[in-house]
């Protein structure tokens, strides 16, 4: 299992370009979602997906779109790239979060490597 | 809405042993988790508590919940070099995850 993978690892963007971020999971989980990370503020959820055809909004979901045509994949789009989006992206995904999904204790989410993004 | 907030620095001695620190507002939380994040690496589960213990073992690491004054620690017993890292607590609010701010652990000889 290649387990979460995201691409790019780099980009950089110029103020008003659209990109999109990729992330696929291969252990068939259903729960997905995507953070970004600042220095000295943690991670915040930007969006989730609780399973295929199904996405929500999170803490910071401005200016970011997302999809959720397969289980495998969640890509985020940036639609009008601007400074402010200048952060790490992870994108993670789980059999469920906590007891929701009836499982015993915490399922383990799992984190991408991550994609640092630049926007001049 | 739900707040979670820990220390942003915390340093040691390495064979000392570590305590984080967290508090968290919303009095539902039925699972309490600890992550650690290596440097240029994603995030990964440490330990976890549910909300119905006071403690939790798992080799080195201990943690404590008083659901009383809505406070998690970490302990880290003999911190090693390798432990340096940052290390985030995160509640449950519905079906999202909400992140601290994380506590960079620096660890010095």
């Known amino acids: 299992n290649a387990g979460v993978t995201q691409t790019p690892k780099f980009q950089v963007l110029k103020t008003g370009q659209s990109m999109t971020l990729q992330c696929a999971q291969d252990?068939?989980?259903?729960?997905m979602s995507w953070y970004r990370q600042d220095p000295g503020m943690g991670l915040r959820l930007i969006h989730y997906s609780v399973g295929a055809g199904i996405t929500d909004q999170g803490e910071v979901p401005n200016g970011y779109n997302v999809s959720r045509s397969t289980t495998e994949d969640f890509p985020l789009r940036l639609l009008s790239a601007a400074p402010s989006q200048t952060s790490v992206y992870f994108c993670?995904?789980?059999?469920?979060?906590?007891?929701?999904?009836?499982?015993?204790?915490?399922?383990?989410?799992?984190f991408g490597p991550g994609t640092r993004l630049t926007v001049l | 809405g739900e707040d979670v907030e820990q220390s942003l620095f915390l340093s040691v001695r390495e064979g000392d042993s570590s305590v984080i620190n967290c508090t968290y507002t919303d009095s539902s939380s039925t699972y309490l988790y600890w992550y650690k994040q290596e440097p240029g690496a994603g995030l990964q589960l440490l330990t976890y508590i549910f909300s119905n213990m006071d403690m939790k073992q798992d080799q080195r690491l201990t943690v404590l919940l008083n659901k009383k004054d809505k406070h998690l620690s970490l302990r880290i017993a003999d911190t090693q070099t390798g432990d340096s890292a940052i290390y985030f607590c995160?509640?449950?609010?519905?079906?999202?995850?909400?992140f601290g701010t994380g506590t960079r652990l620096q660890v010095f000889p």
């Open positions: 995160a509640d449950i609010n519905t079906d999202k995850l909400i």
């Open positions: 993670a995904s789980s059999n469920s979060i906590g007891g929701l999904g009836g499982r015993k204790g915490a399922d383990t989410q799992y």
């Open positions: 252990m068939n989980h259903e729960y």
